[in-house]
């Protein structure tokens, strides 16, 4: 992995995920960047452990380095002024899946704050939630998702670009909170269809 202040927040947030024993869903992680804008994005996906394909609960993470942040990160590596610090865009969207029923949006929200908590300086707000069907070829046992996004970006000022620690302890709050709305949510009482592979087996 390259030394570099976006991968730092990248590790310190997968390492504090992986110790709550959070399953990442291989297939769903990506390391992009636009050849024409210059942006690097980091997406992945985690879930509650042992709850098969798909798990009932997950986590869909996006953090976004534009090529702006780049630049103002440059300025300060080389020892010159920034006209603002660079931020990591966020968004974090936490779903419930393999539903049985429609679920009421209202229990949904109630198990989630309107806000992260503070995370240097700054919280990721909610926005709506969305409520999803999807139907088999036959039409029988529709499954339902709902899931609801926090966004929000993180400052990186002098002080946490000189101490990297300080950005280790704010990300890994992050994924503390992160963890922690998984298994609230989980233990919310709904009705589930059996996973994927139970079904193939």
Known sequence: MLDHVFTDAIGALRETLERALLERQAFEERFQSDI????????TSYGLPGEG????????????WPTWAQTAYRSWY????????????????????????EPSPEVFLRALPEHSPTIGGE????????????????????SHAIEVSYEGSYELDETTLEDGGILDTHFGAMGG??????????DLKFEFLPPDDEEDG
């Open 78 to 101: 080389i020892g010159e002024e920034m006209d603002e610090g660079p931020r990591i865009e966020i968004e974090i969207v936490v779903r419930i899946q393999r539903l049985a029923k």
């Open 123 to 142: 919280q990721l707000h909610r926005g709506g939630p969305t409520v999803e069907t999807a139907f088999a070829e036959d039409l029988t046992e529709p």
């Open 36 to 43: 024409l804008l210059g942006d690097l994005t980091w997406e």
């Open 177 to 186: 909170w992160i963890s922690s709305t998984l298994v609230r949510l989980g």
């Open 53 to 64: 394909s798909p798990p009932r609960v997950r986590v869909d993470i996006t953090l976004d």
